[in-house]
């Protein structure tokens, strides 16, 4: 009798931590999608706001026409490759919450040239917003 006494109160933790690790498996994996949400509007934001980029600046004292010109050359070419790289990485942040949300795959697909504007940024945002707001409104 005394041994089962003694299993009792170990059995009792056990449950309790199986039933503590469940419920942090779940919670994680429910910020997981959410953080992915997140990233996915916040790389999309960059990529619109990379469109406008410094491109031009006034000569500086010393300088001569050639360095100038280079250097004005180099700031277009660095923030045309930013703005490139952004609006990839935003593309690649679509798809992954595309996964959750079958409804963004068509934005997938029309961002994929330099017509990334503020207004289709914006519904984007807005569809992935949405998406946020029906997991957690389900959730409850």
């Known amino acids: 009798m005394t041994a089962t006494l003694a299993l009792v109160p170990l059995l009792s933790v056990l449950a309790g ?12 994996n429910r910020t997981r999608i959410e953080d992915i949400y997140h990233d996915a509007i916040a790389a999309i934001a960059v990529a619109a706001a990379s469109r406008e980029f410094i491109g031009q600046v006034g000569p500086w004292r ?6 100038y010109d280079a250097f004005t050359s180099r700031m277009g070419r660095e923030g ?6 952004a609006v990839a990485d935003a593309r690649s942040a679509i798809a992954r919450a595309s996964a959750y949300a079958p409804e963004l ?10 017509e990334f504007d ?6 984007i945002i807005a569809a992935i917003r ?11």
């Open 118 to 123: 503020d207004a289709l940024a914006d519904e």
């Open 17 to 28: 931590a199986a039933i503590t690790y469940w419920l942090n498996v779940r919670a994680r």
């Open 105 to 114: 795959r068509r934005f997938y697909a029309e961002t994929g040239g330099s």
């Open 80 to 85: 045309n490759e930013r703005y490139i790289k």
């Open 62 to 67: 010393g300088a001569s026409n050639d360095e």
């Open 130 to 140: 949405q998406a946020l707001a029906r997991r957690s409104h389900s959730r409850r």
